[in-house]
T-cell receptor
Framework: DGGITQSPKYLFRKEGQNVTLSCEQNLNHDAMYWYRQDPGQGLRLIYY???????QKGDIAEGYSVSREKKESFPLTVTSAQKNPTAFYLC?????????????FGAGTRLSVL | KQEVTQIPAALSVPEGENLVLNCSFT??????LQWFRQDPGKGLTSLLL?????REQTSGRLNASLDKSSGRSTLYIAASQPGDSATYLC???????????FGAGTRLFVKA
């Protein structure tokens, strides 16, 4: 089955700790994205990558970092600099970055602070 | 700056009712508009994608329309069922950019 796998489903972070959220896709998509979702708000773009070894900041990149060493993987690290990390994090991918490309989403990771 | 608004924020209807969800956007320069469904604690599932040159798209009991000039889209759900209960999000892809802009969603509850 093709799709996007996010892990873990739930994650807890202690103060001062960095945590990494995993996102893997087997759809052979070039573009991948990370979004943050807070209650009552639309999704906000954290980072996106159009191709391997390249990524750009989205609207709320501060306190986050990413890497794109493989086409199928786009992990997100929430660093200790992110002071309000509690949220639902969604990873998505699309076949390309053109305007008509549909984004496919993973099931999400819920991050909470201990 | 493109902004997407969805009204109402929440809606409760009895089973079998036909209903309309609304989405408005501030800039008509878009590639496409997409409607998603999100179940509680889950990711987003794409329902319908309307390209800027299209006026509507249909899938089963769902019909989405697009009026770029007025900055509006509607999602029509016919003969609603309890299984339709979810949050419905609208998203636009502006031209000249890579980002997709999402609305906050309409939370739908269909009562049996």
């Amino acid at each position: 089955d093709g799709g996007i796998t996010q892990s873990p489903k739930y994650l807890f972070r202690k103060e001062g700790q960095n945590v990494t959220l995993s996102c893997e896709q087997n759809l052979n998509h070039d573009a991948m994205y990370w979004y943050r979702q807070d209650p009552g708000q639309g999704l906000r773009l954290i980072y996106y990558s159009q191709i391997v070894n390249d990524f750009q900041k989205g609207d709320i990149a501060e306190g986050y970092s990413v890497s794109r060493e493989k086409k199928e993987s786009f992990p997100l690290t929430v660093t200790s600099a992110q002071k309000n990390p509690t949220a639902f994090y969604l990873c998505a991918s699309s076949i390309g970055s053109s305007g008509g490309a549909i984004q496919y989403f993973g099931a999400g990771t819920r991050l909470s602070v201990l | 700056k493109q902004e997407v608004t969805q009204i109402p924020a929440a809606l409760s209807v009895p089973e079998g009712e036909n209903l309309v969800l609304n989405c408005s956007f501030t800039d008509s320069a878009i590639y496409n508009l997409q409607w998603f469904r999100q179940d509680p604690g889950k990711g987003l599932t794409s329902l319908l994608l309307i390209q800027s040159s299209q006026r509507e798209q249909t899938s089963g009991r769902l019909n989405a329309s697009l009026d770029k000039s007025s900055g509006r889209s509607t999602l029509y759900i016919a003969a609603s069922q309890p299984g339709d209960s979810a949050t419905y999000l609208c998203a636009v892809r502006p031209t000249g950019g890579f980002k997709t802009i999402f609305g906050a969603g309409t939370r739908l509850f269909v009562k049996a």
